[in-house]
Nanobody, 118 residues
Framework: QVQLVESGGGLVQPGGSLRLSCAAS????????MGWYRQAPGKGRELVAS???????NYADSVKGRFTISRDNAKNTVYLQMNSLEPDDTAVYYC????????????WGQGTQVTVSS
């Protein structure tokens, strides 16, 4: 059974920080690169950051230098540390394999809402 459970979102002021977590099924986590994606109201889902099995991260230009992706292979968990948050970062954040759908049969978790507002 596929499991992708995101947590850690919330309301934060511009310039603030949040750390997102995603617990994934071992069957998909251990063999895949993982990614964090987000979907803002009225927009399509976009890739924010990805991380290889060997923990090499890549980032969208819009978050480079502010966000850090990491993974704990022992816990089947991927993290997204978000600093210097901006209102444009407001979205529902999801994790999935990178690219999405590898062994997940199209499944997406419930996501976690991040709202950046003063």
């Amino acid at each position: 059974q596929v499991q992708l459970v995101e947590s850690g979102g919330g309301l934060v002021q511009p310039g603030g920080s949040l750390r997102l977590s995603c617990a994934a099924s071992g069957s998909i986590f251990s063999i895949n690169a993982m990614g964090w994606y987000r979907q803002a109201p009225g927009k399509g889902r976009e890739l924010v950051a990805s991380i290889t099995r060997n923990a090499v991260g890549n980032y969208a230009d819009s978050v480079k230098g502010r966000f850090t992706i990491s993974r704990d292979n022992a816990k089947n968990t991927v993290y997204l540390q978000m600093n210097s948050l901006e209102p444009d970062d407001t979205a529902v954040y999801y994790c999935n394999t990178f690219p999405p759908g590898l062994g997940t049969r199209g499944y997406w978790g419930q996501g976690t809402q991040v709202t950046v507002s003063s």
